[in-house]
């Protein structure tokens, strides 16, 4: 009996073209895999006009509107979570190939693209469940996303005074944020907005998150890691009487007195990661983490 065919949905960056200089590449290692191919409706039309590809030469599909046994992310780590946000609970493994100049997700480098596709065939990859968090708003899910890899943000808005924030974690009162903000981060998202924050590296996988105020008013304030099964609850008020809130970088506005809960989504996003992966010399190579400045 013929094995069934491998099939892949494609997301890409469509803001520089540089990021999408590859699916050439990509393409022709599927093709020569025999896999089925399917591009994302917004990448597809990109890569058409700019004449990367040719109209109809492979199929196409809207937001989340896919079925396939793998996702690759062509960009930076921006387009994966974009990617992430589409595959929500389908459970769909993602492959990020790393088109950018960080991509500490999408950390598969172009030169590496057809043995990356090679190893998903030969079944020498692992897989690592990220944790998800959600957000709702008196009870209810946001207008946008409420669904994060990384993390959810309350912020103030524009150049309005620092917002009050009233936390409480599983019903119990936390403490009051004097701040510009606070964010609330998964381990995968502790290395991107709450570290420019001051707040900690945490090893993916570890069942936490952090609260890492953003611009604290008081220096006795500093981030605080917990379980992820807690649930965060946050009030807020603001001279304003609006305020922000980002879901891994997308924001919608809040009337001031919303209630918001913030807990553990009940699915992962699963990463797809070469065997022999190493997540301390990705911190140590990506992030420079402990070098020696000195000289």
């Known amino acids: 009996m013929a094995l069934r065919k491998m099939r892949f ?8 073209s540089r990021k999408s200089a590859n699916i050439q590449k990509i393409l022709a290692c599927l093709d020569e895999h025999d896999a089925e191919v399917c591009i994302e409706r917004r990448f597809y039309d990109y890569l058409v006009s700019t004449g990367r590809i040719a109209e109809g030469s492979v199929g196409l599909f809207d937001d989340s509107l ?45 030169s590496e693209i057809e043995e990356a596709i090679a190893s998903l065939y030969d079944g020498n990859y ?43 974690v599983d019903g119990e009162y936390l403490v009051t944020y004097q701040a510009d903000g ?4 998964t381990p995968t998202g502790s290395t991107a907005y709450s570290l420019s924050n001051g707040g900690p590296i945490i090893v993916p996988c570890t069942g936490t998150l952090c609260l890492t105020p953003v611009a604290p008013h008081s220096l006795n304030i500093r981030p605080i890691v917990i379980p992820d099964g807690t649930v965060i609850n946050l009030t807020v008020e603001s001279r304003s009487h609006n305020f922000l809130i980002a879901v891994d970088g997308q924001s919608e506005k809040c009337a001031e007195g919303t209630s918001l809960t913030i807990r553990k989504a009940p699915y992962t996003i699963r990463i797809v990661k070469r065997s022999g992966h190493r997540y301390f010399s990705t911190l140590r190579e990506k992030m420079m983490w402990g070098a020696d400045s000195r000289g």
């Open 9 to 16: 949905a494609i997301f890409g960056n469509i803001y520089q």
């Open 66 to 110: 896919f079925e396939a046994d793998f996702v690759i992310s062509m960009g930076g780590d921006g387009t994966l979570l974009r990617a992430a946000g589409h595959v929500g609970s389908k459970g769909t493994p993602i492959l990020g190939v790393n088109m950018g100049r960080l991509g500490f997700l999408a950390d598969v480098l172009p």
């Open 126 to 168: 692992d897989i690592e469940n990220h944790t998800v968090i959600q957000a709702e708003a008196d009870g209810r899910p946001l207008q946008g996303p409420s669904y994060a890899l990384n993390d959810i943000a309350v912020l103030k808005r524009d150049n309005a005074s620092m917002i009050t924030i009233h936390a409480e």
């Open 182 to 185: 606070l964010i609330v981060s």
